[in-house]
T-cell receptor
Framework: GQNIDQPTEMTATEGAIVQINCTYQTSGFNGLFWYQQHAGEAPTFLSY??LDGLEEKGRFSSFLSRSKGYSYLLLKELQMKDSASYLCAVMDSNYQLIWGAGTKLIIKP | IAGITQAPTSQILAAGRRMTLRCTQDMRHNAMYWYRQDLGLGLRLIHYSNTAGTTGKGEVPDGYSVSRANTDDFPLTLASAVPSQTSVYFC?????????????FGEGSRLTVL
């Protein structure tokens, strides 16, 4: 079966760095996505990786290793507004998105 | 403001009743999707449409139906609601099925079936 694993919850301190991991087993691979979802709101797109390596976008970076079935989202200089759930999703061989359950990130002052 | 509009925002429904969740987008996106989101689970695809006039079944289609008469609208119907359909429903669209696949989501419809 297809599976996306990510930690349920993480806690970090304002101003610090946090890494949210995602491992996947899917039928084929056509890219990996990270979305941010604030409580009670809709998910919003953060990043897309289809090739191995690091993609940097401001304070957020996303890394992919296809051979290991592994990705991480790196958040730097954490701000209180970064408190949210972070969803990892993989596009399989049928171009369907398979979603992880999300990682709830709690930022403490 | 361009985007996706869902209605209603929330609804309490008696089991056995029929319910249609509405979804309209003004971005002229070809692909549209309906997901449900339940605590502890990832988003699960109910139905999708790659282009107007076509629809397909997702991971959890039972008990739901959709139609795509035009590009903008993609309603989701629960023919006879059951308590297990209590969930938050998100409509989403994307410009293309096979590009970056970035999805744009509506604000969600919280449905409670009693």
């Amino acid at each position: 079966g297809q599976n996306i694993d990510q930690p349920t919850e993480m806690t970090a301190t304002e101003g610090a760095i946090v890494q949210i991991n995602c491992t996947y087993q899917t039928s084929g691979f056509n890219g990996l996505f990270w979305y941010q979802q604030h409580a009670g709101e809709a998910p919003t797109f953060l990043s897309y990786n289809v090739l191995d390596g690091l993609e940097e976008k401001g304070r957020f970076s996303s890394f992919l290793s296809r051979s290991k079935g592994y990705s991480y989202l790196l958040l730097k200089e954490l701000q209180m507004k970064d408190s949210a759930s972070y969803l990892c999703a993989v596009m399989d061989s049928n171009y369907q998105l398979i979603w992880g359950a999300g990682t709830k990130l709690i930022i403490k002052p | 403001i361009a985007g996706i509009t869902q209605a209603p925002t929330s609804q309490i429904l008696a089991a056995g009743r029929r319910m249609t969740l509405r979804c309209t987008q003004d971005m002229r996106h070809n692909a549209m999707y309906w997901y449900r989101q339940d605590l502890g689970l990832g988003l699960r695809l109910i139905h999708y449409s790659n282009t107007a006039g076509t629809t397909g079944k997702g991971e959890v289609p039972d008990g739901y139906s959709v139609s795509r008469a035009n590009t903008d609208d993609f309603p989701l119907t629960l023919a006879s609601a059951v308590p297990s359909q209590t969930s938050v429903y998100f409509c989403a669209s994307s410009d293309s099925v096979r590009d970056t696949g970035e999805l744009f989501f509506g604000e969600g419809s919280r449905l409670t079936v009693l």
